[in-house]
């Protein structure tokens, strides 16, 4: 089992195994191309390691946090990964494994080793299931409070399968600002607000060319016309997106915003 260092250890394994998704300055040499003697020395490289003996689960556990108490070697998510692995954690995993993500490269391998896209997809969980909520603040204790179990499970992620679903079938364009990771978050809580919560029958060609449309006046907002009402939502939006677009505040005016486009002023 090992507490800390996991990223260097595998860094090491990749490089040594010539992993594709490993990238290294043009001035590293991959290890297969090494001369013998410097493939040698490679391996032959001192790595430190501190065996902690035989410690009980929750001691290792503690050595973990006491490390990591100031996070500046790993990130929120990862702290969260390793101390939590009950019902809530497990389910989050089932949703990053659809095949959504991948299939709109949502996602980097390098965000996924960091597990940038689970702490993305519980995120987007945990706000249909409440509300919006300022950065990171509510993960921890949903997966404290459902790490026994998650008796919902099926039902939220029938809820987000659906969702998912009707993305695909809105055809929105491969460069459209819904790809970027705060407003698919936004685009994803209010179709869920509009499809789950409200029951709004919404038509997936009808409602992606309202967002083919309005993702393109975001990008083009300022050669709108001052007067015009639509500058002020679409200025408001880009700034949220783009200014601590993760502070609770702008992600409510992003939904507020986008919801406008989403569902027509008569349904």
């Not at 996991?6 to 594709?20: D, E, H, V």
């Not at 040698?40 to 003996?53: K, T």
């Not at 919902?152 to 659906?162: D, F, P, S």
């Not at 939006?237 to 406008?260: E, H, M, S």
Request: with cysteine; net charge negative; glycine share 4%.
């Amino acid at each position: 089992m090992l507490v800390d260092g996991q990223q260097r250890i595998t860094t090491l394994y990749q490089y040594f195994n010539g992993a594709s998704d490993l990238r290294v300055g043009a001035s590293v040499p991959p290890y297969a191309e090494l001369a013998p003697e410097r493939q040698a020395r490679f391996l032959e490289y001192s790595v430190v390691v501190r065996d902690l003996g035989a410690l009980s689960m929750p001691e290792i556990k503690q050595v973990f946090e006491r490390i990591n108490a100031t996070a500046y070697s790993l990130n929120a998510m990862e702290i969260h990964n390793a101390r939590f692995n009950g019902a809530f954690k497990q389910f989050g995993e089932e949703v990053a494994k659809e095949g959504f993500w991948d299939e709109h490269r949502v996602f980097s391998q390098n965000e996924i080793r960091r597990m940038d896209d689970l702490r993305f997809v519980l995120t987007f969980v945990i706000t249909i299931m409440s509300t919006y909520f300022n950065r990171d603040d509510e993960i921890e204790d949903y997966l404290r409070t459902y790490n026994d179990a998650f008796d919902a499970q099926h039902e939220v992620l029938g809820e987000v399968r659906r969702v998912l679903s009707f993305v695909d079938r809105c055809d929105l364009a491969p460069k459209s600002g819904a790809w970027k990771r705060s407003d698919l978050l936004t685009l994803l809580v209010e179709l869920h607000r509009a499809l789950e919560k409200d029951k709004l029958p919404l038509d997936p060609a009808e409602t992606g060319h309202h967002l083919n449309s309005f993702y393109e006046l975001v990008d083009r907002r300022e050669q709108l016309p001052e007067q015009d009402e639509r500058r002020r939502d679409l200025d408001s939006y880009y700034r949220a997106a783009f200014q601590a677009n993760q502070d609770k505040g702008n992600r409510v005016r992003r939904g507020d915003i986008l919801r406008k486009a989403l569902v027509p002023p008569d349904r």
